[in-house]
Structure formats: structure tokens, C-alpha cells
């Protein structure tokens, strides 16, 4: 397929557009990054590449963009402002909001303005959706919760569900995503690694999440095969208690996990948005059984020794 990757250029993407090379598709890259400043390292000569801000509605008559809208196949859309790399200020809060809504916004706009129908949209979101919580189990059925990230995704859905009406779109809610370089668990590891390691908080709170490699599974058999459709957990099987990732991952290291970080750096840090890890939520999918995806990765002890083995 021809393929239009919007924010595929980070941590995702770093193995998400080799996989999907390797898969034969044909890519667009679009970025507000300087090509220089990718984390891909694949050569320049295997994918197009445009550098626009697509955050801002004049860009989108750009010729070059419009062109490969009108010829590619499926559109890839995982853009946005990293959840948790910054304190949430009013003004990150913002750069967070504005780069998922008016980007997807405005590329749904366009494509029916210009009446361009891709084969399929898969679009983004997180588990964020269902709010916080230490008790509750959500999966595709339940509510949206109402904090902030809540209803960050709650409004990118619905935006992205003012799509082309013969374009089939699939949306997934994203969980903590696990891959040695970079992410929650290229953080935790140099910490662990000099015995430093131990759980966030008072441990107690689930993890939701999915190994990398998973979730580019997920993103390539989502474009082909048409039982993708609608909204999906991206999460795996088996969501874990704070306390027990830091124990499998010491144990994995062979190393402590002793050292429990208080929440109350965590909020210095980050702000509101320690809430995110401090309460987790525990999210299961009841749409991706084995007739659909099989996981890789299904276990924690697997996926973390994946990720520091090579």
C-alpha cells in the first residue's frame, strides 16, 4: 500500500515505519521536524519525506501534501506532543491539545473537501480515555472518563470520526508502550541498572501496556484486514500492578528493587500529570482476541527481556 505516516517519526516510529518497509508499503513521511532530527535510521532514499506543521490550517494547502493525500492508499495518524515528557504547564497542557485536535481536525476537513476516500485512517488515542483509577477495570465498552487527558481523547476521537465516510478508520486506545530506547522503560532502565530501581508511588496502582513491537503488529494488520474497525484497547492481555513491573523488571536486570520513587517527586516533576502514573488504569481488550492478533509479547517477564537482551 501507498502510505502516508502522520507523527510517526519517534519512539513509535523508530520501528513502526522499518516494519512496515519491510512489509513492502511504499511511504510519506510528514513531520514539523527537520529531517536531520528523526530518530528513524533508515536512508533518506527509502521514504518521501515532507516537513510541514500540520497543527496549522494554512499548511494543509501545501501542493506536495495534497498531492500524496489524493494517491495514497491508507493514512497512519499517531501525531501529538509527547503525554509525559514535560510538566504539565497551561501552555504544555496546550501544545498537547492543539497538536492532536486541529492536525486530525484539519486532515479530515481536507480529505472530503478535496473528496479523497483512503481505504483506511488508523488513528490514535490512549488508554487516558477512561480516566484514572485503582480499582475499576475498563475495556471498549466502558465510559470515557473526565480529567484532562480524558477528554483530550474523547474530543481527538470524535474528531477523527468526522472521516470520509467510504474510509474505514480504526482508532487505538494506546497504553504505556515498552521498548528498551526510549519511553517509560528506557527511563526506568538506567536507574535500575545501577540498583537504584524500585516502583513509583506506593506501588499499588496497574500498568496497562504493550510491547512496541505489539503495537506495530497491531498497525500493520490493521491496514489490511477489514475486521479492524471502529475503536481497540492496544494494550496486552495481562495489565500488571506497578509493584510487580518493578520487581519483574529488577529481576530481569538481576538487579534491586528497593528504592520506591515518592509521588510527591513525581509531582514536581511532572505536575498534574503524575496523576497518569501515580493512579494508572487497568485496561483490558475485549476486541482483540487470537482470531485477530496474537501477541508477541503477551507476558511482562517476556517483553521486558526482549527489550534488554538485545
Not at 117 to 143: C, D, M, Q, R
Not at 152 to 164: D, F, M, Q
Request: glycine share 8%; hydrophobic share 40%; with cysteine.
Amino acid at each position: 500500500m501507498r502510505l502516508l505516516l502522520l507523527g510517526c517519526t519517534g519512539f513509535v516510529g523508530k520501528e513502526l515505519v522499518p516494519t512496515l518497509l519491510k512489509e513492502g508499503h511504499e511511504l510519506c513521511l510528514v513531520s514539523r521536524k527537520n529531517i536531520n532530527k528523526l530518530k528513524i535510521n533508515i536512508p533518506l532514499d527509502k521514504f518521501k519525506f515532507l516537513k510541514i506543521d500540520l497543527s496549522k490550517k494554512q499548511n494543509w494547502s501545501n501542493e506536495n501534501l495534497l498531492n500524496n493525500l489524493k494517491k495514497y492508499d491508507g493514512i497512519i495518524n499517531l501525531i501529538g506532543e509527547p503525554i509525559a515528557d514535560k510538566k504539565w504547564t497551561e501552555n504544555q497542557k496546550e501544545e498537547i491539545v492543539n497538536s492532536r485536535i486541529y492536525s486530525t481536525k484539519f486532515l479530515m476537513e481536507t480529505l472530503k473537501k478535496f473528496r479523497i476516500n483512503p481505504k483506511v485512517i488508523i488513528n490514535g488515542s490512549a488508554i487516558g480515555f477512561y480516566g484514572t483509577s485503582l480499582t475499576k477495570e475498563f475495556n471498549e465498552n466502558s465510559n470515557s472518563g473526565n480529567d484532562f487527558l480524558a477528554n483530550l481523547c474523547k474530543k481527538w476521537e470524535e474528531v477523527a470520526s468526522e472521516k470520509p465516510i467510504f474510509s474505514r478508520l480504526v482508532i487505538f486506545r494506546i497504553g504505556i508502550v515498552l521498548e528498551a530506547d526510549g519511553g517509560a522503560l528506557g527511563k526506568m532502565l538506567p536507574v535500575f541498572k545501577v540498583g537504584l530501581g524500585g516502583p513509583i508511588g506506593d506501588g499499588k496502582q496497574w500498568m496497562s501496556w504493550i510491547h512496541r513491537s505489539d503495537l506495530c503488529g497491531l498497525i500493520v494488520n490493521a491496514l489490511v484486514n477489514k475486521k479492524f474497525s471502529g475503536v481497540f484497547n492496544a494494550v496486552a492481555p495481562e495489565p500488571v500492578l506497578m509493584k510487580d513491573f518493578s520487581k519483574t523488571l529488577g529481576r530481569c536486570l538481576s538487579r534491586p528493587d528497593l528504592l520506591p520513587v515518592p509521588g510527591t517527586i513525581l509531582k514536581l516533576l511532572l505536575g498534574d500529570g503524575a496523576k497518569l502514573v501515580l493512579e494508572g488504569q487497568k485496561v483490558k481488550s475485549i476486541k482483540l482476541g487470537e482470531n485477530i492478533y496474537k501477541f508477541k509479547y503477551p507476558l511482562l517477564q517476556k517483553a521486558i527481556y526482549a527489550s534488554t537482551k538485545h
